[in-house]
């Protein structure tokens, strides 16, 4: 089994920061990708980050600038830095881990979510 752990979520002025952790752990061969999304009450959980084990990027539109993903493979860790935060990003953020088991079968799983709110 796979587990996948975020932290890092809170409470944050507009303009301000926040740091979001994720750990994949458990049985597997790789870890293949890991990805960042969130959902909004009311709206679809959307694509926020995404990094592959060959280091390639993905960012939305919205968050293209402010936002920062970074990998930490020896740690199976991936951080998301949040800097210039606006109240459209309140949400909460899951965390996406792809891997490949020991008899090479891909799978997705997903975190708990750690929530962020951006508010004066």
């Known amino acids: 089994q796979v587990q996948v752990v975020e932290s890092g979520g809170g409470l944050v002025q507009p303009g301000g920061s926040l740091r979001l952790s994720c750990t994949a752990s458990?049985?597997?061969?790789?870890?293949?990708?890991m990805a960042w999304y969130r959902q909004a009450p009311g709206k679809q959980r959307e694509l926020v980050a995404s990094?592959?084990?060959?280091?390639?990027?993905n960012y939305a539109d919205s968050v293209k600038g402010r936002f920062t993903i970074s990998r930490d493979n020896g740690k199976n860790t991936v951080y998301l830095q949040m800097n210039s935060l606006k109240p459209e990003d309140t949400a909460v953020y899951y965390c996406?881990?792809?891997?490949?088991?020991?008899?090479?079968?891909?799978?997705?799983?997903w975190g708990q979510g750690t929530q962020v709110t951006v508010s004066s």
């Open positions: 996406n881990a792809r891997v490949v088991s020991t008899t090479i079968v891909e799978s997705t799983y």
């Open positions: 458990g049985s597997f061969w790789r870890l293949r990708a």
């Open positions: 990094i592959t084990s060959g280091a390639d990027i």
